[in-house]
């Protein structure tokens, strides 16, 4: 009785093993996109700051053979190439002073994004939200970093 409990425990550890698992997405390049702003404020040199860094974290991840950036005619001739889309959901800018006078409690600087990732079929591989911070020291335009730095941890995780 035991044994046939123990092989039930089993089977259904390894039936849930297998349903957490997911299918790793394949591409040999990606397109980056400008990012997009939905119904929020947010300066200029934010949305450039969040496109730079994009284009500096996925070129330094290693994960794709070739990064393009928007517009760049060759990656149109690229079979497998994916397009990462960013469109800015919510903004809030902080204060760099507030940050290291009461570290923590005020003055974080947050941007909320939905990174979409579209294979060039234009079918949906993958619709996420992603926030950067920047909390304690630092400036501002520090959130832009942690927002790809975060956006690359999301690619390297689905490929």
Request: aromatic letters at 6%; a neutral charge.
């Amino acid at each position: 009785m035991k044994s046939l409990l123990a092989g039930v425990v089993i089977v259904a550890a390894a039936g849930l093993a297998g349903a957490q698992t997911h299918t790793k997405i394949s591409a040999s390049a990606i397109m980056i996109e400008p990012v997009e702003v939905a119904d929020v404020s947010i300066p200029e040199e934010f949305r450039y700051a969040i496109y730079e860094r994009l284009v500096q974290h996925v070129q330094a991840s290693g994960l794709f053979q070739h990064v393009y950036r928007s517009g760049d005619r060759e990656g149109k001739k690229v079979p497998d190439l994916v397009v990462l889309h960013t469109t800015v959901e919510a903004f809030k800018e902080g204060s760099q002073m507030q940050r290291e006078l009461v570290p923590v409690v005020a003055g974080t600087t947050t941007v909320d994004v939905t990174a979409k990732l579209v294979g060039k079929d234009g079918k949906e591989l993958l619709d996420q939200k992603v926030a950067g911070k920047v909390r304690i020291f630092g400036e501002n335009l520090g959130a832009t970093n942690d927002l790809a730095k975060r956006i690359t941890k999301l690619l390297k995780e689905n490929f």
